[in-house]
């Protein structure tokens, strides 16, 4: 049971151009998502992350949207540039529920062409 | 601080041997997490530990496995009698608890070969 959704594995995004990377969820519990990126042999690390309390949250190039309603997060980025090619994993976590840990979908590839 | 440490990056080893495998988490980071990615998977939770204090065991982790940070500080994570399912990116996180928000830092993995 998947509770975390990234329902596209790849995106080939031209540079400059807006890039936008979708995640669902199922457990309404949820109320902290955040985006992690990650580039071949290192580990994942921090994007961006948003509350439950917001819709909105931006930071440079990076804008993270969220639809409680419809259980859905999305990760603009804008222009994108080369070095934005790499994994992109949505994650959410359930404050005070259990470990607090993150449960994370199976990520997203993106490719910027030059 | 240079983040967080993992040790060692990459381990082969043949079926039915045991492996080790060391974090050293952010100084004052008080949280740490191990967690297990496969090929074409995101990470999966393994455990958590509060302080010194596990506080929490994922059903993933057999029994085959154990972890400890016996000072609150680094930690390992040993697999007994590995198998070849075991193969994966094991990967440390940590963090300091502030709040709702829960920003996990990781390490850059170890990644376990099992022949």
């Known amino acids: 049971d998947q509770q975390v959704k990234q329902n596209s594995p790849s995106l080939s995004v031209q540079e400059g151009r807006i890039s936008i990377l979708n995640c669902d969820y199922t457990?309404?519990?949820?109320?902290?998502f955040l985006w992690y990126k990650k580039y071949p042999a290192e580990g994942p690390t921090f994007l961006i992350s948003?509350?439950?309390?917001?819709d909105k949250n931006e930071d440079g190039r990076f804008t993270v949207f969220l639809n409680k309603s419809a259980k859905h997060l999305s990760l603009h980025i804008v222009p994108s540039q080369p070095g934005d090619s790499a994994v992109y994993f949505c994650?959410?976590?359930?404050?005070?529920?259990?470990?607090?840990?993150?449960?994370f979908g199976k990520g997203t590839h993106l490719i910027i062409q030059p | 601080d240079t983040g967080v440490s993992q040790n060692p990056r990459h381990k082969i080893t043949k079926r039915g041997q045991n492996v080790t495998f060391r974090c050293d988490p952010i100084?004052?980071?008080?949280?740490l997490y191990w967690y297990r990615q496969t090929l074409g998977q995101g990470p999966e939770f393994l455990t958590y530990?509060?302080?010194?204090?596990?506080?929490?065991k994922s059903r993933l982790l057999s029994d085959r496995f154990s972890a400890e940070r016996p000072k609150g500080s680094f930690s390992t994570l040993e697999i007994q009698r590995t198998e070849q399912g075991d193969s994966a990116m094991y990967l440390c996180?940590?963090?300091?608890?502030?709040?709702?928000?829960?920003?996990?830092?990781f390490g850059a993995g170890s990644r376990l070969t099992v022949l």
């Open positions: 948003i509350s439950s309390i917001k």
């Open positions: 996180a940590s963090s300091l608890e502030q709040g709702r928000a829960n920003v996990l830092t």
């Open positions: 457990n309404s519990m949820f109320d902290y």
């Open positions: 100084s004052e980071h008080n949280r």
């Open positions: 530990f509060q302080n010194e204090a596990q506080l929490e």
């Open positions: 994650a959410a976590s359930v404050y005070g529920g259990g470990a607090d840990g993150l449960t």
